[in-house]
Protein backbone atom coordinates (compact mmCIF):
# COMPACT_ATOMS: atom_id res chain seq x y z
CA UNK A 1 0.00 0.00 0.00
CA UNK A 2 1.51 3.40 -1.04
CA UNK A 3 1.90 5.58 1.67
CA UNK A 4 -0.34 8.51 -0.08
CA UNK A 5 -2.93 6.02 0.35
CA UNK A 6 -2.51 5.31 3.65
CA UNK A 7 -2.10 9.16 4.62
CA UNK A 8 -5.29 9.99 2.87
CA UNK A 9 -6.99 7.31 4.70
CA UNK A 10 -5.66 8.47 8.05
CA UNK A 11 -7.23 11.67 7.26
CA UNK A 12 -10.41 10.76 5.83
CA UNK A 13 -10.68 8.60 9.43
CA UNK A 14 -9.41 11.11 11.67
CA UNK A 15 -11.58 13.57 10.37
CA UNK A 16 -14.82 11.17 10.15
CA UNK A 17 -14.46 10.09 13.88
CA UNK A 18 -14.51 13.96 15.09
CA UNK A 19 -17.72 13.75 13.34
CA UNK A 20 -18.71 10.50 15.46
CA UNK A 21 -17.97 11.92 18.80
CA UNK A 22 -19.68 15.31 17.73
CA UNK A 23 -22.98 13.50 17.01
CA UNK A 24 -21.97 10.77 19.82
CA UNK A 25 -22.01 13.91 22.59
CA UNK A 26 -25.18 15.27 22.06
CA UNK A 27 -27.40 12.01 21.34
CA UNK A 28 -26.01 10.71 25.11
CA UNK A 29 -26.94 13.31 26.74
CA UNK A 30 -30.48 13.66 24.99
CA UNK A 31 -31.23 9.57 25.56
CA UNK A 32 -29.87 9.75 29.29
CA UNK A 33 -32.72 12.11 31.13
CA UNK A 34 -35.39 11.05 28.55
CA UNK A 35 -35.03 7.51 29.25
CA UNK A 36 -35.04 8.12 32.79
CA UNK A 37 -38.23 10.03 33.01
CA UNK A 38 -39.86 7.38 30.49
CA UNK A 39 -38.75 4.39 32.65
CA UNK A 40 -38.81 5.80 35.78
CA UNK A 41 -35.91 5.63 38.24
CA UNK A 42 -35.96 1.62 38.94
CA UNK A 43 -36.46 0.46 35.71
CA UNK A 44 -34.03 3.20 34.32
CA UNK A 45 -31.67 1.21 37.72
CA UNK A 46 -32.05 -1.80 35.98
CA UNK A 47 -31.60 -0.72 32.66
CA UNK A 48 -28.04 0.54 33.64
CA UNK A 49 -27.26 -3.27 34.44
CA UNK A 50 -27.17 -3.92 31.01
CA UNK A 51 -23.68 -2.30 31.20
CA UNK A 52 -22.01 -5.50 33.23
CA UNK A 53 -22.77 -7.68 30.49
CA UNK A 54 -21.49 -4.96 27.74
CA UNK A 55 -18.48 -4.86 30.14
CA UNK A 56 -17.99 -8.44 30.14
CA UNK A 57 -18.63 -8.88 26.36
CA UNK A 58 -15.47 -6.35 25.71
CA UNK A 59 -12.88 -7.24 28.22
CA UNK A 60 -14.12 -11.28 26.74
CA UNK A 61 -12.30 -10.47 23.18
CA UNK A 62 -9.04 -11.29 25.34
CA UNK A 63 -7.29 -9.00 22.87
CA UNK A 64 -7.93 -11.05 19.65
CA UNK A 65 -9.28 -8.07 17.50
CA UNK A 66 -6.06 -6.18 17.92
CA UNK A 67 -4.04 -9.42 17.72
CA UNK A 68 -5.64 -9.62 14.36
CA UNK A 69 -5.22 -6.58 12.85
CA UNK A 70 -1.72 -6.77 13.81
CA UNK A 71 -1.23 -10.38 11.93
CA UNK A 72 -3.32 -9.30 9.16
CA UNK A 73 -1.59 -6.38 8.88
CA UNK A 74 1.91 -7.62 9.00
CA UNK A 75 0.82 -10.37 6.49
CA UNK A 76 -0.83 -7.81 3.94
CA UNK A 77 0.85 -9.38 1.41
CA UNK A 78 -0.13 -12.97 1.80
CA UNK A 79 -3.98 -13.84 0.95
CA UNK A 80 -3.55 -17.01 2.03
CA UNK A 81 -2.01 -16.07 5.75
CA UNK A 82 -4.92 -13.70 5.96
CA UNK A 83 -7.77 -16.45 5.36
CA UNK A 84 -6.08 -18.09 7.78
CA UNK A 85 -5.73 -15.98 10.77
CA UNK A 86 -9.43 -14.64 10.22
CA UNK A 87 -11.02 -17.94 9.91
CA UNK A 88 -9.50 -18.98 13.43
CA UNK A 89 -10.39 -15.27 14.75
CA UNK A 90 -14.01 -15.66 13.40
CA UNK A 91 -14.06 -19.17 15.20
CA UNK A 92 -12.87 -17.94 18.17
CA UNK A 93 -15.39 -14.60 18.40
CA UNK A 94 -18.05 -17.44 17.63
CA UNK A 95 -17.54 -19.63 20.64
CA UNK A 96 -16.82 -16.62 22.96
CA UNK A 97 -20.23 -15.43 22.27
CA UNK A 98 -22.17 -18.74 21.97
CA UNK A 99 -20.56 -18.89 25.66
CA UNK A 100 -21.85 -15.35 26.89
CA UNK A 101 -25.36 -15.81 25.77
CA UNK A 102 -25.31 -19.18 26.82
CA UNK A 103 -24.51 -18.24 30.35
CA UNK A 104 -26.45 -15.54 30.60
CA UNK A 105 -29.59 -17.56 29.27
CA UNK A 106 -28.95 -19.88 32.75
CA UNK A 107 -28.08 -17.70 34.90
CA UNK A 108 -29.56 -14.55 34.80
CA UNK A 109 -32.37 -14.89 37.03
CA UNK A 110 -29.68 -16.32 39.56
CA UNK A 111 -27.15 -12.87 39.16
CA UNK A 112 -30.49 -10.51 39.09
CA UNK A 113 -32.05 -11.99 42.20
CA UNK A 114 -28.67 -13.19 44.18
CA UNK A 115 -25.65 -11.00 43.10
CA UNK A 116 -27.58 -8.11 42.28
CA UNK A 117 -30.66 -8.43 44.86
CA UNK A 118 -32.99 -6.83 42.74
CA UNK A 119 -37.30 -6.79 44.39
CA UNK A 120 -38.79 -10.35 43.61
CA UNK A 121 -40.60 -8.17 40.81
CA UNK A 122 -37.88 -6.97 39.09
CA UNK A 123 -36.49 -10.33 38.57
CA UNK A 124 -38.02 -11.17 35.19
CA UNK A 125 -37.17 -7.83 33.67
CA UNK A 126 -33.91 -7.75 35.18
CA UNK A 127 -33.24 -11.22 33.76
CA UNK A 128 -34.78 -10.46 30.44
CA UNK A 129 -32.43 -7.43 29.70
CA UNK A 130 -29.56 -8.60 30.56
CA UNK A 131 -29.99 -11.86 28.56
CA UNK A 132 -31.39 -9.37 25.44
CA UNK A 133 -27.93 -7.17 25.43
CA UNK A 134 -26.36 -10.60 25.63
CA UNK A 135 -27.67 -11.76 22.17
CA UNK A 136 -27.98 -7.96 20.92
CA UNK A 137 -24.39 -7.15 21.57
CA UNK A 138 -23.42 -11.08 20.61
CA UNK A 139 -23.88 -9.38 17.02
CA UNK A 140 -21.65 -6.59 17.23
CA UNK A 141 -19.05 -9.47 19.08
CA UNK A 142 -19.12 -11.47 16.17
CA UNK A 143 -18.82 -8.59 13.28
CA UNK A 144 -15.20 -7.91 15.49
CA UNK A 145 -13.37 -10.30 12.51
CA UNK A 146 -14.90 -8.38 9.72
CA UNK A 147 -14.35 -4.65 11.54
CA UNK A 148 -10.48 -6.15 12.14
CA UNK A 149 -10.08 -7.28 8.28
CA UNK A 150 -11.79 -3.62 7.01
CA UNK A 151 -9.16 -1.28 9.53
CA UNK A 152 -6.29 -3.79 9.01
CA UNK A 153 -6.22 -2.33 5.44
CA UNK A 154 -6.50 1.52 6.98
CA UNK A 155 -10.06 1.94 6.35
CA UNK A 156 -10.94 3.03 9.76
CA UNK A 157 -13.08 5.60 8.58
CA UNK A 158 -15.58 2.70 7.37
CA UNK A 159 -15.69 2.00 11.46
CA UNK A 160 -16.48 5.19 12.20
CA UNK A 161 -19.60 5.03 9.50
CA UNK A 162 -20.70 2.04 11.17
CA UNK A 163 -20.77 3.58 14.38
CA UNK A 164 -22.34 6.70 13.60
CA UNK A 165 -25.06 4.42 11.90
CA UNK A 166 -25.88 2.67 15.27
CA UNK A 167 -25.57 6.04 17.47
CA UNK A 168 -28.60 7.23 14.74
CA UNK A 169 -30.78 4.00 14.54
CA UNK A 170 -30.50 3.06 18.40
CA UNK A 171 -31.50 7.37 19.12
CA UNK A 172 -34.55 7.13 16.96
CA UNK A 173 -35.37 3.16 17.96
CA UNK A 174 -35.32 4.29 21.40
CA UNK A 175 -36.91 7.41 20.99
CA UNK A 176 -39.87 5.92 19.25
CA UNK A 177 -40.32 2.77 20.78
CA UNK A 178 -40.64 4.55 24.45
CA UNK A 179 -43.20 7.04 22.56
CA UNK A 180 -45.03 4.04 22.01
CA UNK A 181 -45.18 2.52 24.70
CA UNK A 182 -42.92 2.85 27.63
CA UNK A 183 -41.10 -0.37 28.56
CA UNK A 184 -37.97 -1.75 29.90
CA UNK A 185 -38.99 -4.84 27.81
CA UNK A 186 -39.22 -2.91 24.32
CA UNK A 187 -36.01 -0.68 25.13
CA UNK A 188 -34.09 -3.75 25.56
CA UNK A 189 -35.74 -5.37 22.42
CA UNK A 190 -35.23 -2.15 20.41
CA UNK A 191 -31.29 -2.46 20.94
CA UNK A 192 -31.30 -5.60 18.40
CA UNK A 193 -31.89 -4.24 15.60
CA UNK A 194 -28.95 -1.37 15.34
CA UNK A 195 -26.75 -4.07 16.41
CA UNK A 196 -27.61 -6.08 13.63
CA UNK A 197 -27.19 -2.87 11.01
CA UNK A 198 -23.18 -2.92 12.64
CA UNK A 199 -22.82 -6.89 11.80
CA UNK A 200 -24.51 -7.00 8.46
CA UNK A 201 -22.57 -3.16 7.70
CA UNK A 202 -18.90 -4.96 8.25
CA UNK A 203 -19.91 -7.95 6.92
CA UNK A 204 -20.73 -6.79 3.20
CA UNK A 205 -17.86 -4.51 3.14
CA UNK A 206 -15.74 -7.25 4.11
CA UNK A 207 -17.49 -9.76 2.07
CA UNK A 208 -17.41 -6.95 -1.18
CA UNK A 209 -13.55 -5.73 -1.01
CA UNK A 210 -11.92 -8.74 0.72
CA UNK A 211 -13.30 -11.71 -1.68
CA UNK A 212 -9.68 -13.73 -1.14
CA UNK A 213 -11.17 -14.42 2.08
CA UNK A 214 -12.00 -18.12 2.14
CA UNK A 215 -14.10 -19.81 5.37
CA UNK A 216 -12.45 -23.13 5.02
CA UNK A 217 -12.65 -25.92 8.26
CA UNK A 218 -9.06 -26.54 7.04
CA UNK A 219 -7.64 -23.68 7.70
CA UNK A 220 -8.81 -24.18 11.45
CA UNK A 221 -5.21 -24.49 13.01
CA UNK A 222 -4.18 -23.86 17.02
CA UNK A 223 -0.69 -22.55 15.69
CA UNK A 224 -2.32 -19.86 14.66
CA UNK A 225 -5.23 -18.95 17.69
CA UNK A 226 -1.84 -19.37 19.66
CA UNK A 227 -0.47 -16.73 17.56
CA UNK A 228 -3.29 -14.17 18.14
CA UNK A 229 -3.54 -15.32 21.63
CA UNK A 230 0.12 -14.46 22.15
CA UNK A 231 0.22 -11.16 21.10
CA UNK A 232 -3.73 -10.76 22.54
CA UNK A 233 -2.56 -11.75 25.98
CA UNK A 234 -0.35 -8.50 26.37
CA UNK A 235 -3.38 -6.25 24.98
CA UNK A 236 -6.35 -7.72 27.27
CA UNK A 237 -4.23 -7.29 30.47
CA UNK A 238 -3.41 -3.76 29.50
CA UNK A 239 -7.44 -3.49 28.96
CA UNK A 240 -7.85 -4.81 31.81
CA UNK A 241 -5.41 -2.20 34.22
CA UNK A 242 -6.70 0.71 32.23
CA UNK A 243 -10.41 -0.68 33.09
CA UNK A 244 -9.58 -1.16 36.75
CA UNK A 245 -7.72 2.47 36.70
CA UNK A 246 -11.18 4.50 37.44
CA UNK A 247 -12.71 2.31 39.98
CA UNK A 248 -9.58 1.94 41.88
CA UNK A 249 -9.26 5.05 42.49
CA UNK A 250 -13.21 5.77 43.46
CA UNK A 251 -12.41 3.20 46.18
CA UNK A 252 -9.12 4.62 47.31
CA UNK A 253 -11.43 8.06 47.26
CA UNK A 254 -14.11 6.63 49.16
CA UNK A 255 -12.57 5.03 52.11
CA UNK A 256 -10.04 7.30 52.41
CA UNK A 257 -12.09 11.03 52.61
CA UNK A 258 -16.21 10.97 51.17
CA UNK A 259 -18.29 10.77 48.80
CA UNK A 260 -18.22 14.30 48.16
CA UNK A 261 -14.93 13.56 46.74
CA UNK A 262 -15.94 10.59 44.91
CA UNK A 263 -18.84 12.99 43.22
CA UNK A 264 -16.13 15.79 42.23
CA UNK A 265 -14.06 13.12 40.91
CA UNK A 266 -16.78 11.16 39.10
CA UNK A 267 -18.06 14.58 37.42
CA UNK A 268 -14.51 16.13 36.52
CA UNK A 269 -13.61 12.79 35.39
CA UNK A 270 -16.49 12.18 33.08
CA UNK A 271 -16.39 15.79 31.24
CA UNK A 272 -12.51 15.06 30.82
CA UNK A 273 -12.90 11.96 29.02
CA UNK A 274 -15.84 13.04 26.71
CA UNK A 275 -14.26 16.64 25.68
CA UNK A 276 -10.57 14.74 25.15
CA UNK A 277 -12.30 11.98 23.10
CA UNK A 278 -12.65 14.69 19.99
CA UNK A 279 -9.05 15.45 20.70
CA UNK A 280 -8.19 11.86 20.99
CA UNK A 281 -9.95 10.31 17.74
CA UNK A 282 -7.60 10.73 14.80
CA UNK A 283 -4.78 8.98 17.01
CA UNK A 284 -7.39 5.63 16.47
CA UNK A 285 -5.74 5.21 13.14
CA UNK A 286 -2.23 4.90 14.40
CA UNK A 287 -1.82 1.21 15.42
CA UNK A 288 -2.90 -0.34 12.32
CA UNK A 289 -0.60 1.94 10.31
CA UNK A 290 1.97 1.11 12.42
CA UNK A 291 1.31 -2.38 12.02
CA UNK A 292 1.44 -2.16 8.64
CA UNK A 293 4.87 0.08 8.70
CA UNK A 294 6.27 -0.54 11.62
CA UNK A 295 9.44 -2.51 9.43
CA UNK A 296 9.47 0.59 7.28
CA UNK A 297 11.80 3.16 9.32
CA UNK A 298 11.15 5.43 6.05
CA UNK A 299 7.02 5.49 5.68
CA UNK A 300 7.01 5.01 9.70
CA UNK A 301 8.61 8.65 9.91
CA UNK A 302 6.20 10.02 7.69
CA UNK A 303 3.55 8.66 9.68
CA UNK A 304 4.41 9.49 13.30
CA UNK A 305 5.65 13.03 13.44
CA UNK A 306 2.18 14.42 12.18
CA UNK A 307 0.63 12.55 14.73
CA UNK A 308 2.57 14.35 17.26
CA UNK A 309 2.60 17.76 15.66
CA UNK A 310 -1.40 16.98 15.76
CA UNK A 311 -1.19 16.61 19.11
CA UNK A 312 0.89 19.33 20.22
CA UNK A 313 -1.07 21.55 18.22
CA UNK A 314 -4.10 20.63 20.01
CA UNK A 315 -3.70 19.24 23.55
CA UNK A 316 -1.89 22.56 24.32
CA UNK A 317 -4.69 25.38 23.51
CA UNK A 318 -7.31 22.73 25.07
CA UNK A 319 -6.22 22.53 27.93
CA UNK A 320 -5.49 25.67 27.79
CA UNK A 321 -9.66 26.42 27.22
CA UNK A 322 -10.52 24.47 30.59
CA UNK A 323 -7.96 26.46 33.35
CA UNK A 324 -9.87 29.48 31.59
CA UNK A 325 -13.73 28.37 30.95
CA UNK A 326 -14.15 25.41 33.84
CA UNK A 327 -15.90 27.47 36.22
CA UNK A 328 -18.09 28.85 33.59
CA UNK A 329 -18.56 24.98 31.93
CA UNK A 330 -19.53 23.64 35.46
CA UNK A 331 -21.92 26.43 36.27
CA UNK A 332 -23.69 25.89 32.81
CA UNK A 333 -23.86 22.36 33.05
CA UNK A 334 -24.22 21.79 36.94
CA UNK A 335 -25.69 25.21 38.08
CA UNK A 336 -24.08 26.46 40.96
CA UNK A 337 -22.24 24.59 44.00
CA UNK A 338 -19.99 22.94 42.24
CA UNK A 339 -17.02 25.18 42.55
CA UNK A 340 -14.71 22.33 43.61
CA UNK A 341 -15.86 20.40 40.56
CA UNK A 342 -14.71 23.44 38.84
CA UNK A 343 -11.07 24.03 40.27
CA UNK A 344 -10.55 20.05 39.89
CA UNK A 345 -11.35 20.16 36.25
CA UNK A 346 -9.06 21.84 34.55
CA UNK A 347 -6.59 19.67 36.29
CA UNK A 348 -8.20 16.24 34.99
CA UNK A 349 -8.18 17.31 32.03
CA UNK A 350 -4.37 18.26 31.74
CA UNK A 351 -3.84 14.82 32.81
CA UNK A 352 -5.60 13.25 30.26
CA UNK A 353 -3.88 15.44 28.19
CA UNK A 354 -0.37 14.21 29.19
CA UNK A 355 -1.58 10.56 28.89
CA UNK A 356 -2.58 10.91 25.36
CA UNK A 357 0.43 13.24 24.00
CA UNK A 358 2.38 9.90 23.56
CA UNK A 359 -0.49 8.12 22.50
CA UNK A 360 1.51 7.51 18.68
CA UNK A 361 4.38 6.23 20.31
CA UNK A 362 2.39 3.94 22.46
CA UNK A 363 0.60 2.43 19.83
CA UNK A 364 3.64 2.18 17.70
CA UNK A 365 5.56 0.31 20.26
CA UNK A 366 2.32 -2.02 20.80
CA UNK A 367 2.13 -2.58 16.91
CA UNK A 368 5.62 -3.46 16.77
CA UNK A 369 4.56 -6.99 18.29
CA UNK A 370 5.87 -5.81 21.93
CA UNK A 371 2.21 -5.71 23.18
CA UNK A 372 3.81 -7.35 26.38
CA UNK A 373 4.77 -3.96 26.61
CA UNK A 374 1.56 -2.29 26.76
CA UNK A 375 0.69 -5.03 29.83
CA UNK A 376 3.65 -3.99 32.11
CA UNK A 377 3.27 -0.24 31.38
CA UNK A 378 -0.21 -0.55 32.61
CA UNK A 379 -0.06 -2.35 35.37
CA UNK A 380 2.93 -0.06 36.29
CA UNK A 381 0.64 2.95 36.19
CA UNK A 382 -2.05 1.13 38.45
CA UNK A 383 0.50 0.57 41.08
CA UNK A 384 1.94 3.72 40.87
CA UNK A 385 -1.41 5.31 41.22
CA UNK A 386 -1.92 3.35 44.44
CA UNK A 387 1.27 4.13 45.97
CA UNK A 388 1.03 8.02 44.93
CA UNK A 389 -2.44 7.99 46.40
CA UNK A 390 -1.43 7.42 49.62
CA UNK A 391 1.63 10.24 49.25
CA UNK A 392 -1.35 12.41 48.20
CA UNK A 393 -3.69 11.81 50.64
CA UNK A 394 -3.78 14.69 52.84
CA UNK A 395 -5.09 16.83 50.11
CA UNK A 396 -8.51 15.34 50.05
CA UNK A 397 -10.18 15.53 47.05
CA UNK A 398 -7.48 17.05 44.96
CA UNK A 399 -5.76 13.54 45.89
CA UNK A 400 -7.32 11.50 43.03
CA UNK A 401 -5.87 14.35 39.86
CA UNK A 402 -3.21 14.55 41.51
CA UNK A 403 -2.39 10.87 41.42
CA UNK A 404 -3.40 11.16 37.72
CA UNK A 405 -1.14 13.99 36.79
CA UNK A 406 2.00 12.07 37.82
CA UNK A 407 0.69 8.67 36.81
CA UNK A 408 0.11 9.58 33.66
CA UNK A 409 3.38 11.63 33.62
CA UNK A 410 5.04 9.01 34.58
CA UNK A 411 3.23 6.96 31.34
CA UNK A 412 4.54 9.40 28.90
CA UNK A 413 7.95 9.56 30.16
CA UNK A 414 8.00 5.97 29.65
CA UNK A 415 6.92 5.73 26.46
CA UNK A 416 9.48 8.70 25.21
CA UNK A 417 12.37 6.87 26.46
CA UNK A 418 11.27 3.31 24.92
CA UNK A 419 10.47 4.92 21.63
CA UNK A 420 13.46 6.10 20.72
CA UNK A 421 15.53 3.05 22.19
CA UNK A 422 13.34 0.70 19.92
CA UNK A 423 12.83 3.44 16.84
CA UNK A 424 16.17 5.49 16.75
CA UNK A 425 16.24 8.04 14.06
CA UNK A 426 12.05 8.48 13.65
CA UNK A 427 11.12 12.23 14.91
CA UNK A 428 8.98 12.62 17.54
CA UNK A 429 8.35 15.92 19.35
CA UNK A 430 10.97 19.09 18.81
CA UNK A 431 10.46 20.34 22.82
CA UNK A 432 12.19 23.51 22.10
CA UNK A 433 9.33 24.65 19.83
CA UNK A 434 6.61 22.82 22.30
CA UNK A 435 8.63 25.11 25.14
CA UNK A 436 7.67 28.05 22.77
CA UNK A 437 3.81 27.07 22.42
CA UNK A 438 3.37 26.05 26.48
CA UNK A 439 4.99 29.47 27.39
CA UNK A 440 2.57 31.46 24.77
CA UNK A 441 -0.85 29.88 27.08
CA UNK A 442 0.96 30.23 30.42
CA UNK A 443 1.19 33.86 29.30
CA UNK A 444 -2.05 34.59 28.49
CA UNK A 445 -3.53 31.92 31.73
CA UNK A 446 -1.24 33.92 34.09
CA UNK A 447 -3.58 37.58 32.67
CA UNK A 448 -7.20 36.54 32.99
CA UNK A 449 -9.67 38.46 34.11
CA UNK A 450 -12.84 37.82 36.26
CA UNK A 451 -15.15 38.95 33.36
CA UNK A 452 -16.53 36.21 30.81
CA UNK A 453 -16.65 38.44 27.70
CA UNK A 454 -12.85 39.51 28.13
CA UNK A 455 -11.81 35.80 28.76
CA UNK A 456 -13.37 35.09 25.16
CA UNK A 457 -12.23 37.40 23.35
CA UNK A 458 -8.40 36.97 25.06
CA UNK A 459 -8.90 32.80 24.12
CA UNK A 460 -10.02 33.82 20.84
CA UNK A 461 -6.58 36.07 20.66
CA UNK A 462 -4.47 33.34 22.25
CA UNK A 463 -5.40 30.62 19.55
CA UNK A 464 -5.14 32.84 16.39
CA UNK A 465 -1.57 33.55 17.47
CA UNK A 466 -1.12 29.67 18.78
CA UNK A 467 -1.85 28.48 15.37
CA UNK A 468 0.22 31.07 13.55
CA UNK A 469 3.30 29.96 15.81
CA UNK A 470 2.05 26.17 14.93
CA UNK A 471 2.52 27.28 10.96
CA UNK A 472 5.33 29.72 11.81
CA UNK A 473 7.23 26.88 13.79
CA UNK A 474 6.43 24.13 11.30
CA UNK A 475 4.30 22.01 13.42
CA UNK A 476 0.85 22.48 12.09
CA UNK A 477 -1.10 24.24 9.69
CA UNK A 478 -4.43 24.68 10.36
CA UNK A 479 -5.37 26.26 7.40
CA UNK A 480 -4.03 23.10 5.34
CA UNK A 481 -6.60 21.49 7.29
CA UNK A 482 -9.25 23.61 6.64
CA UNK A 483 -8.62 23.27 3.13
CA UNK A 484 -8.32 19.52 2.80
CA UNK A 485 -11.77 19.46 4.66
CA UNK A 486 -13.15 21.42 2.61
CA UNK A 487 -11.89 19.16 -0.97
CA UNK A 488 -12.73 15.89 1.39
CA UNK A 489 -16.18 17.22 2.14
CA UNK A 490 -16.69 17.85 -1.29
CA UNK A 491 -14.90 14.37 -2.76
CA UNK A 492 -12.09 16.75 -5.02
CA UNK A 493 -8.69 15.21 -5.13
CA UNK A 494 -5.98 17.00 -3.26
Known sequence: MKIIEIKNNIFKSSIIGIVRVVIAIPIYLILTPFVLQKLGVEDFAIWSFSTIIISLIVLSDFGFKNALIYHLAKNIKSKRKQSFYFVNATAIF?????VIITVTVLLSEYFASSILQVPAESVDKTSFVLITIAISFGFRFIATP??????SHQQIYYSHYTMIAWLITNFIFTILILNISASIYNLALASLLPNIIVYLMYYIKAKKDYKYIKFRHQYLSKKYIFDMLKYGSGIHVATIAIAMREPILKILIARNTDLVAVTIFELSYRLSIQAISIVKTPLQSVFSASALLSKDKDKLNEIIPPFCNYNIAFLIPSSVFFFIFSSQLIQLWLGTGHENTAEILPYMFLSLAIYYLTEPLYKTIEASGKSIYSAILQCIIIISSFLLYELTIQYKHYAAVYVLLASFSLFSIINIVVFNVLFKGIRTFDYLKMLFLFMLGYIFLVNLS????????????YLLLHFYLCKYLGIFNIYHLAKRIYLLTF???H
Open 491 to 493: KKS
Open 450 to 461: ESTIINIITFTI
Open 94 to 98: SFITF
Open 146 to 151: YQALIE
